[in-house]
């Protein structure tokens, strides 16, 4: 693969990574509530769902997803319902976070497991990921050279561009907690991100497969 080619890709993902969606506010969230760990443990879980999707991409599997309306619909339903979940989660969560933190004891017990597996299902069940390697891949691929390299070389560039960026936005969250260290503006943040995830996934319900 050209390297300035290599270059324009990365250049292209990079600022496709960072910019705000539910994996960035994801990693806010934890970072801020749990730590820059918990965050780290999320991130790692979503480019696992992140190399899922790209897999699905060069495999020619998002290709049969996309000409079905309904296998597609089935994904943007999956991933719209568990955003919203996530939002009404936080929303019911942010009272007792809140009184937690008046206590002064830790804010969640869950396994670090559970957000590994909370981090996969936000990447894995989000349609945009598949429509943008659909439309990214081919553009930067050499069909004169192997794919199956250039494919492991593109995935490893966006795993990670996103685990360095989600980790990122952890550890800022995490600085930034003293803004966080009154129970009412621990409640507010809450309701605030889980209205975010409420309304992402409300719009996945807009979102059009590529014919």
Excluded: H
């Amino acid at each position: 693969m050209n390297y300035d080619i290599l270059l324009m890709y990365a250049v292209v993902s990079f600022f496709y990574i960072i910019s705000p969606g539910p994996a960035v506010f994801l990693a806010i969230y934890n970072g801020a509530i749990n730590g820059s760990k918990v965050a780290m443990v999320s991130a790692f879980g979503n480019i696992i769902g992140i190399l899922f999707l790209s897999t699905l991409s060069i495999s020619g599997l998002s290709a049969i997803l996309l000409a079905s309306s309904t296998l597609f619909m089935l994904v943007k339903i999956v991933g719209a319902s568990y955003l919203i979940y996530l939002g009404i989660r936080q929303l019911c969560f942010s009272r007792k976070t809140a009184s937690l933190l008046r206590s002064e004891e830790p804010a969640s017990r869950r396994p670090l497991s559970s957000y590994f597996k909370e981090g996969l299902l936000v990447a894995a069940t989000n349609p945009k990921p598949i429509l943008f390697f659909s439309a990214l891949f081919p553009q930067f691929l050499d069909l004169s050279l192997p794919v199956m390299p250039q494919f492991i070389v593109m995935t490893a560039i966006f795993m990670c561009f996103s685990f360095l960026s989600l980790s990122c936005y952890g550890y800022i969250a995490q600085r930034a907690k003293g803004a966080l260290s009154k129970a009412n503006n621990v409640k507010w943040f809450q309701r605030i991100s889980g209205g975010l995830f409420i309304g992402m996934g409300a719009s996945l319900f807009q979102l059009k497969s590529v014919n």
